[in-house]
């Protein structure tokens, strides 16, 4: 079995973050083919000025060199405002300039039903950065108000089902894209 490496990343920097939760949780249910490895260090990037981009500061380098090295990449971000948070923006901004999502098969958790608008958002801004955006991945999880930390969320049956679910279309989406490729290069 092939396995894929799927890079998370939290739009929050919040210790008790559920959208982080939401992501490790991810990680303890991934189905077997499946390498969730999480990015923790957003929190240490600088705002985003392209007059220092180059050279990169080192955690943006190592962002970049993540981002490069995963098979999909799975964003959990809250709404703040009818946004997105200045965290999930500012290492958006800082590799809208390379091609690190081009292409990337990437899915969206929104761990609320009323975060409608951050979510939008958040697709728009990674569909604008030509990331390929996999509905079936991308899902939204009742975890807000649920009091639910990781562990919790992982041995919730409904929730650990809908993030495996979504890891597999993931998964799939990947593997049927490598396929193609090498249908093309035959």
């Not at 929730?159 to 597999?168: K, V």
Request: a negative charge.
């Amino acid at each position: 079995m092939q396995t894929i490496r799927v890079l998370a990343i939290s739009g929050s920097l919040r210790a008790a973050s559920i959208n982080t939760a939401m992501l490790t949780a991810a990680a303890a249910v991934a189905p077997a083919g499946i390498d969730v490895v999480p990015f923790a260090h957003l929190g240490e990037f600088p705002l985003f000025n392209p007059d220092t981009e180059y050279p990169l500061p080192p955690p943006v380098q190592a962002f970049r060199e993540q981002l490069n090295a995963a098979d999909a990449v799975l964003i959990a971000s809250p709404e703040y405002a009818h946004g997105v948070t200045g965290v999930i923006k500012n290492a958006l901004d800082w590799v809208v300039g390379c091609e690190a999502f081009v292409h990337k098969p990437t899915a969206v958790l929104n761990a609320s039903p009323r975060a409608v608008h951050a979510d939008a958002a958040l697709k728009e801004t990674l569909s604008v950065m030509s990331a390929d955006l996999v509905p079936e991945a991308s899902v939204t999880l009742r975890v807000l108000g649920s009091g639910l930390d990781a562990l919790g969320i992982a041995r919730h049956s409904v929730l650990a089902a809908t993030l495996r679910d979504a890891l597999d279309a993931l998964r799939q989406y990947v593997l049927d894209r490598r396929h193609e490729m090498n249908h093309l290069v035959d």
